[in-house]
């Protein structure tokens, strides 16, 4: 039986649009765009240049620290190495590499001879190298949580509930290649030593449970799949953590404080592909909707390819759009131009033409209490947001904003329409400038004082 989460809200889930279409190729673009951040942590460097030739999977970006290598996703020369649209605003550099349509294959990925005789950390290293990362938009290393979990984890968790509106790829995952989840939930399984994977799906999506129970069956996989009610933000992993153990994440903590670890399906997909065919992260599934689209779709795509190219392959949009989205309507991130490239985390694009976005030019709070009613993080949001807005910075890290998932519940909850998880953003931005700035000035005072005793 799934445990409940505190907070959340029931947007409409406006998934009618997709979740019947299958998952169609996008005809590749004649040239895609690479940003060399698609990960959390620092950009990678580009290893290409100018002039040079590339082939699929091909490394063109290497990490340092924390991160994750960057491959070519189609075959080509490297048309330029220069800053690009960025989908999180302003530039960064990318590789642009124009596709010589030939989809030649880079030698550097090597199936293994055999993939299940592969000890566990010939498994990391192959997901390293695969530069996989979250992909369901957090992005974060997932050969770092995988050897950073083992031995500490003990439940192992694959977020199926896709509980943002508006997005289906993972639901069409589990109809259409249920065999890749399981693998990969099998393989993660023997990573960190567990007898059995919990893969969590919203109780929307039957037929997608149905699907994978049958592969689990057929294939005596060491995998349970439990459904779960529809609530947002079930498909965050402390929230996801909760529904399925009962267990609380701490304040300021991460899945791994009560021993689990989460992985999005298509993540858990691509392990799969990486350890048993050696293939890194080249494709990326995108749900494309929203009143502003003509013809909704779920496309699988090149990493790189322009997001004006899926939206001409859905027909283009309506004159009358006023707003594009990458990601759900709830978390995604708006969008200055429809040049910006599809990233390893890009899991929709959404187009706005409607009445869906009802703002208010001065909102005023009216003290209902529904924001707090509504966190899934315990927080007060009414509060944080005066203190955002004032920048009394001091009370607003004591309310725990950092603890802000940025999930949006606050906002939709909210009838005076406050402008509650933009503030949110803006005052952990201004928080983390004035950690840096004590930090330096902590520093500076350090280094006076070596020097007045050097003296």
């Known amino acids: 039986m799934a445990n409940a989460f505190f907070g959340g809200v029931h ?31 620092a950009p ?75 000890s566990v950390a010939d498994m990391v290293e192959a997901v390293k190298n695969a530069g996989i990362v979250g992909m369901g938009g957090a992005t974060f290393p997932t050969h770092v949580k995988i050897s950073s979990g083992i031995g500490k984890v003990d439940t192992v968790i ?12 993972d639901h069409r995952t589990m109809l259409e290649r249920p065999e890749e989840i399981i693998g990969g939930a099998t ?82 997909c691509a392990i799969y592909r990486a350890i048993k065919d050696g293939m890194p992260v080249v494709k990326k ?18 990493i790189g390819t322009p997001v004006s190219r899926l939206f001409d392959e ?21 969008q200055y131009t429809a040049e910006v490239p599809v990233g390893k985390g890009t899991g929709a694009m959404l187009a706005f033409c409607g009445d869906e976005e009802q703002t208010v030019e001065h909102p005023q709070c009216i003290r209902c209490g529904k924001c707090v009613a509504a966190c899934p993080m315990h927080l007060e949001p009414l509060f944080m947001y005066q203190y955002a807005s004032k920048d009394m910075l001091d009370e607003l890290n004591e309310a725990h904003v950092m603890d802000c998932m940025e999930c949006g519940a606050c906002a939709y909850a909210c009838p005076a329409r406050m402008h509650l998880t933009h503030m949110f953003k803006y005052g952990k931005q201004k928080l983390k400038d004035k950690m840096a700035a004590d930090r330096a000035a902590a520093e500076a005072k350090k280094a006076s004082k070596k020097e007045v005793v050097a003296k």
């Open 11 to 41: 947007p409409h889930d406006m998934k009618a649009a997709t979740n019947e279409k299958a998952i169609q190729q996008l005809p590749p673009p004649p040239e895609v765009v690479i940003p060399m951040s698609m990960h959390f942590g």
């Open 187 to 268: 393989y993660l399984a023997k990573m960190f030593g567990v007898d059995v994977v919990i893969i969590g799906v919203e109780d929307n999506k039957q037929n997608g449970i149905d699907s994978m129970n049958r592969v689990i069956s057929e294939k005596n996989a060491p995998v349970e799949v439990r459904a779960l009610a529809c609530r947002y933000p079930q498909g965050g992993e402390k929230q996801l953590c909760q529904a399925i153990t009962g267990k609380q994440v701490p304040p300021g903590g991460l899945p791994s404080n009560i021993g689990c670890a989460v992985f999005n399906i298509n993540t858990t």
């Open 158 to 169: 694959i977020n199926g509930a896709e509980c943002e509106p508006y997005i289906t790829g």
């Open 44 to 118: 990678c460097a580009p290893l290409v240049k100018k002039g040079d030739y590339v082939k699929v999977g091909q490394k063109i970006g290497e990490f340092r620290g924390l991160g994750a290598p960057i491959h070519a996703s189609v075959s080509g020369t490297v048309k330029a190495v220069e800053p690009r649209p960025y989908s999180m605003g302003g530039n960064m550099m990318s590789v642009i590499i124009a596709n010589d349509f030939q989809d030649a294959l880079s030698e550097e990925v090597k199936a293994p001879a055999n993939p299940d005789a592969l």
């Open 314 to 334: 859905c027909g283009g949009l309506d004159e009358n759009t006023y707003k594009l989205v990458m990601g759900g309507p709830m978390m995604g991130m708006a």
């Open 285 to 302: 599934i995108v749900t494309v909707s929203g009143s502003g689209v003509a013809e909704p779709k779920n496309l699988e795509c090149p």
